[in-house]
């Protein structure tokens, strides 16, 4: 069974940018029918998908964030990227990786989860 | 944004209840609509998909339908197991978005 994990730090101060890793454990990463995802869950927001990424390179984001998000892949590690840039406290959440099974494009259910990571921003 | 509302925000029941959770989309998003499960401190794990595709593992006992704008998840008979908080999601264009979702407690 596939398996997804995240990892970053779990502290990031205002301003800043926030750096999380998922490492996929699977045979490849290069199927036709599935995206790489970052979702998040807070108290304030519930979950929030932030973007996806396929195996080409090919992303797309969610537009209230797409200014300050980027998702890359490499697919010879086995690991998809979250960058989010100029954190603020609203950015506190519970970061997931996922994979996205696709349907048409990059529209689908979310099949395989994390475990999620926290992250804090806190000076 | 598609905006997803679930009702209710919170539901009361015992085991062997019939439970229906609810989901309303702001515009007609066909039947592409999945279902999570999440228990406390645990990722979300999909139950169903395309409205009321069952996925691999999922008891019978969950079943979703609906179509355009008005879902529901029902679960025939309650089992401990089932106390959790379920989330709606579309996926009817590139921006996936969830419900609040609705914890299932007990009575």
Redesign the interface.
């Known amino acids: 069974q596939m398996q997804l994990r995240e990892s970053g730090p779990g502290l990031v101060k205002p301003s800043e940018t926030l750096f999380l890793t998922c490492n996929v454990s699977a045979d490849s990463m290069s199927t036709s029918r599935y995206y790489w995802g970052w979702l998040r869950q807070s108290p304030g927001k519930g979950l929030e998908w932030l973007g996806n990424v396929y195996y080409s390179g090919t992303t797309y984001y969610n537009p209230s964030l797409k200014s300050r998000v980027t998702v890359n892949v490499d697919t010879s590690k086995k690991q998809f990227s979250l960058k989010l840039t100029s954190v603020t406290a609203a950015d506190t959440a519970v970061y997931y990786c996922a994979r996205h099974r696709s349907i048409v494009g990059a529209r689908g259910a979310f099949d395989i989860w994390g475990q999620g990571t926290m992250v804090t921003v806190s000076s | 944004?598609i905006q997803m509302t679930q009702s209710p925000p919170t539901l009361s029941a015992s085991v062997g209840d019939r439970v229906t959770i609810t989901c309303r989309a702001s515009q007609n998003i066909d039947t592409?609509l999945?279902w999570?499960q999440q228990r406390p401190g645990?990722?979300?794990?999909?139950l169903v998909?395309?409205a009321s595709t069952l996925?691999s593992g999922v008891p019978s006992t969950f079943s979703g339908s609906g179509s355009g704008t008005d879902f529901t998840l029902t679960i025939r008979s309650l089992q401990p197991d089932d106390f959790a908080t379920y989330?709606c999601?579309q996926?009817?264009?590139?921006?996936?978005?969830?419900?609040?979702?609705t914890k299932v407690d007990i009575k």
């Open positions: 944004d592409f999945a999570y645990r990722a979300p794990k999909l998909s395309d996925e989330y999601q996926y009817s264009d590139y921006s996936p978005t969830f419900g609040q979702g």
